[in-house]
């Protein structure tokens, strides 16, 4: 018997299990992918909004608000990149001065401080490759960037030093309230708890319905994006927006906190919520929307397209709390779109300490605060990098090049608490075969040190999971077939 069953492993869901951590209490992770981060938390815009867009009164801009707070310090306290940049919301032509005005009114209405409306000069004088037939501009100081993934990962392993317990591969397939305990029937069994918290993602719906008497529509939504490497000087230093429609914040140019470009996303509601294919036709939207703010996009140092699909819930609204007409002890995070990453930090505080409230549960005596991931190789200063390799060797043996990832930091990020399994985990934690050659150089021996590190075989060791293996067989065996 479980006290807190989460359903999803996104940020979402770790940001609620590390708050959890707090308590004294036994609290498990179901997801269904084989990793933390494997939905809309790997694949989004990282951006940190500050809250100029939700409508005034919702939770969506109230969570917007009080996570972006938040975000900052929560990022210095686990050791994730992070960065202010600040954002344009860009206007072509006179008629877009009111939309911009009425942005600024929702701005100042959540609270956000700092924005302002300026004119063509002053937007060439901030980023001087803007289309020059720009108008105007809504200034946004306040908007951030974080990395999504890492994030997440370093969430979970806060979570996990304090007793959290995670178990992937587990798909929810039901919840039932069976007398005083929620049984929760998965691909892999059954668990029963005292609570649990429906945190996701696209299939949200599907139990949210299950137990709810208000019924939900979750719709997914794919956004498909380019990634620039990062060799050249970034293009931009802020984030550039055009005016938002009803299917989001729009096509946008952002840097990210690691020095690459994006460019994207497109907004396409799909029948399938884990359809995460990349289109000819949606990329060339992308383009063809990016260079009415940026006419020297160009695809020259793409080094990958993807797509993420997010959970868009047919109100417009965060569904957050208690689940509405369910038995007692049952809780809900969905139609966690965008903020949604902005407004983890808040949900995860205000959903961990409300579970927790009701179970009663006391607080955790021996809590751990978060133990910061430590300091890329690649950031690190040539003092920092002779200390490092002169504590441990392996920081001296270069794995990715392209990231200058190191082998230390590889075996660190499988030996994490919520360790990474697969070359995509490794990717997410220490970004090896993040770069030009997208693991070309370095996946082989990445392989080598997680089947050494966990004793996976190494000719086992998968790219996302089970149903991606790399490998068939030894040579030899190829050769007589």
Known sequence: ???????????????????????????????????????????????????????????????????????????????????????????FDADSKPALEALLKKAKKNGVPGCRIIGREEILAMEPRVNPEVS????????GLVSPYELTCALADSAAENGVQFQMNTRVKSLRREGDAWLVQTDRGDYTSRTVVNCAGVGAGELHNQISSRQVEIIPRRGQYYLL?????????????????????????????????????????????????????????????????????????????????????????????????APEGAFEAIGIESPGLTAAPAIGEEMGDWVAYFLKLPANPRYIPPTPVPKAFSAMTEQERRVACQTDPDYGKVICRCETVTEAEVRRAVRRP????????????????????????????????????????????????????VLTGPIGEARND
């Open 418 to 469: 919520v360790g990474a399994r697969d070359i995509d985990g490794v990717k997410r934690r220490v970004r090896a075969g993040m770069g030009r050659c997208q693991g070309g150089f370095c996946m082989t021996r990445v392989m080598e040190i997680i089947s050494e590190e966990t004793g996976i075989p190494f000719e086992e060791v998968s790219k996302k999971g089970s149903d991606s293996a």
């Open 229 to 325: 490497d990062h060799t050249l000087p970034l293009s931009f230093q802020m984030t550039l927006f055009q005016l938002p429609t009803p299917m989001g914040k729009g096509v946008l140019v952002t840097p990210t906190t690691h020095g690459n470009i994006l460019f994207g996303p497109t907004a396409e509601d799909i029948p399938e919520g884990e359809d995460t294919a990349t289109t000819h036709e949606g990329l060339q939207e992308v383009l063809k929307k990016v260079r009415l703010s940026y006419p020297g996009a160009n695809t020259r140092t793409v080094i990958t397209t993807f797509s993420g699909v997010r959970a868009h819930e047919k109100g417009g609204d965060f569904i957050i709390g208690a689940v509405e007409g």
């Open 1 to 91: 018997m479980q006290d807190v069953i989460i359903i999803g492993a996104g940020v979402v869901g770790c940001a609620i299990a590390q708050r959890l951590g707090r308590y004294s209490g036994k609290v498990l992770v179901l997801e269904a992918a084989n990793d933390v981060s494997c939905g809309a938390s790997k694949a989004n815009s990282g951006i940190v909004h500050a809250g100029y867009d939700a409508v005034p009164g919702t939770d969506k801009a109230r969570l917007n608000t009080k996570g972006a707070r938040m975000m900052q310090g929560l990022c210095s306290s686990l050791g994730v990149p992070y960065g202010k940049p600040g954002a344009l919301v860009l206007g």
């Open 136 to 143: 105007y501009a809504l200034y946004v100081p306040e908007s």
